[in-house]
C-alpha cells in the first residue's frame, strides 16, 4: 500500500536549468508535505515543506507545488546545480493518527555540470 | 545542535543472534523515531516515541523487534534471532513540536548485514 508514490526512480538535468520532480499520494488525511535529499552514507536532510492551506512554498532556488484536488505535488529547483545531484525524497504527514512521516521511494537526480 | 547520533554504523552478524541499535537524538527533540530502508526505496516507518512513550508501531514490525526510550531521552532498537531479510539501514529520527508540522533530523543510520 504505497500512499507516497514517486513514478520516476531517475531525473538528468543540464545545470542551469530547472529539475522538477513529481510526487503523488493517495491518503486524503495527509495535510503536511515534505521533501528530503539524501547523499550517499548519509542520512536524509530535510529541504522543505508545504502545508495543506497553501498551495506554493519558495525557499530560496526551492519551490513546492501542491495541487490537493489531484493529490499531486511537485519540487522545482532554479537554476540547478551539480551539487543538487543526490536523491529526492517526497514524503507526508497526517493531521490525525500520529506524527508519523510516510516516505516515497525516491528520484535520484543528476544534474550535468 | 550535534545532530542525531547512531551507533554502530556498520554491524554484520550471523542469522539467528540478536542485535541491538543505539540512537542519540537532538537533545532538546522529544519525538523519536525508527525507519528502515532498503535498496532502491524510501524510509519505512516502525516506531515513533513522544517522550518515553512509545505511540506507535508499524504492523512491518514483528514481535522480534522492539524499541525502547528510558527516560525519554536516547533509543535502542534490538533485533531478535535475525533474519537475512532483515538486512537494511536502520534509521533514528528526531523531532520537536507539538503538531504535525516539525521535519524530522535524520541520523546517518546503522547498516545491518545478515549472512
Known amino acids: 500500500d504505497q500512499q507516497v508514490k514517486q513514478n520516476s526512480p531517475s531525473l538528468s538535468v543540464q545545470e542551469g536549468r530547472i529539475s522538477i520532480l513529481n510526487c503523488d499520494y493517495t491518503n486524503s488525511m495527509f495535510d503536511y508535505f515534505l521533501w528530503y535529499k539524501k547523499y550517499p552514507a548519509e542520512g536524509p536532510t530535510f529541504l522543505i515543506s508545504i502545508s495543506s492551506i497553501k498551495d506554493k512554498n519558495e525557499d530560496g532556488r526551492f519551490t513546492v507545488f501542491l495541487n490537493k484536488s489531484a493529490k499531486h505535488l511537485s519540487l522545482h529547483i532554479v537554476p540547478s546545480q551539480p551539487g543538487d545531484s543526490a536523491v529526492y525524497f517526497c514524503a507526508a504527514s497526517p493531521s490525525r493518527g500520529g506524527f508519523k512521516t510516510i516516505f516515497g521511494a525516491g528520484t535520484r537526480l543528476f544534474v550535468k555540470a | 545542535d550535534t545532530g542525531v547520533s547512531q551507533d554502530p554504523r556498520h554491524k554484520i552478524t550471523k542469522r539467528g543472534q540478536n542485535v541491538t541499535f543505539r540512537c542519540d537524538p537532538i537533545s532538546e527533540h522529544n519525538r523519536l523515531y525508527w525507519y528502515r530502508q532498503t535498496l532502491g526505496q524510501g524510509p519505512e516507518f516502525l516506531t515513533y516515541?513522544?517522550?518515553?512513550?512509545?505511540?506507535?508501531k508499524s504492523r512491518l514490525l514483528s514481535d522480534r523487534f522492539s524499541a525502547e526510550r528510558p527516560k525519554g531521552s536516547f533509543s535502542t532498537l534490538e533485533i531478535q534471532r535475525t533474519e537475512q531479510g532483515d538486512s537494511a539501514m536502520y534509521l533514528c529520527?528526531?523531532?520537536?513540536?507539538?503538531?504535525?508540522?516539525?521535519?524530522?533530523?535524520f541520523g546517518n543510520g546503522t547498516r545491518l548485514t545478515v549472512t
Open positions: 529520527a528526531s523531532s520537536y513540536g507539538q503538531g504535525v508540522d516539525s521535519p524530522l533530523h
Open positions: 516515541f513522544q517522550n518515553e512513550a512509545q505511540l506507535e
